[in-house]
Nanobody, 124 residues
Framework: QVQLVESGGGLVQPGGSLRLSCLVS????????MGWFRQAPGNQRDLVAA????????YYKNSVKGRFTLSRDNANNTTYLQMKGLKPEDTGVYYC?????????????????WGQGTQVTVSS
């Protein structure tokens, strides 16, 4: 059974940084393309960034380009979302997700497995 566990969320001031991690268990690290989604209260779950199985394709939401960096370490079954220059509008629950259908996928319905989420709050 595939399980995803996120970590690294927290409270940070505007302009600060956080690194989120997503550990995949139950399958080899390169079996799935991965995505990170953000969900703010009252909003749907939107893709922030996605990465292909071997990392050769990476997609970023326009609002995070230049501030967020997505990477993966398949040997350790872990995906990382490095977030810098955080803004209050980055606040939300961040979920990592896995899918095996497309190189990268941008809609939550395309993902098969989900983590439990980690809260990121950007506030002074």
């Amino acid at each position: 059974q595939v399980q995803l566990v996120e970590s690294g969320g927290g409270l940070v001031q505007p302009g600060g940084s956080l690194r989120l991690s997503c550990l995949v268990s139950g399958h080899t690290g390169s079996s799935y393309a991965m995505g990170w989604f953000r969900q703010a209260p009252g909003n749907q779950r939107d893709l922030v960034a996605a990465i292909s199985r071997n990392g050769d394709q990476i997609y970023y939401k326009n609002s995070v380009k230049g501030r967020f960096t997505l990477s993966r370490d398949n040997a350790n079954n872990t995906t990382y979302l490095q977030m810098k220059g955080l803004k209050p509008e980055d606040t939300g629950v961040y979920y990592c997700a896995a899918q095996a259908t497309r190189p990268v996928a941008d809609h939550f319905r395309e993902y098969d497995y989900w983590g439990q989420g980690t809260q990121v709050t950007v506030s002074s």
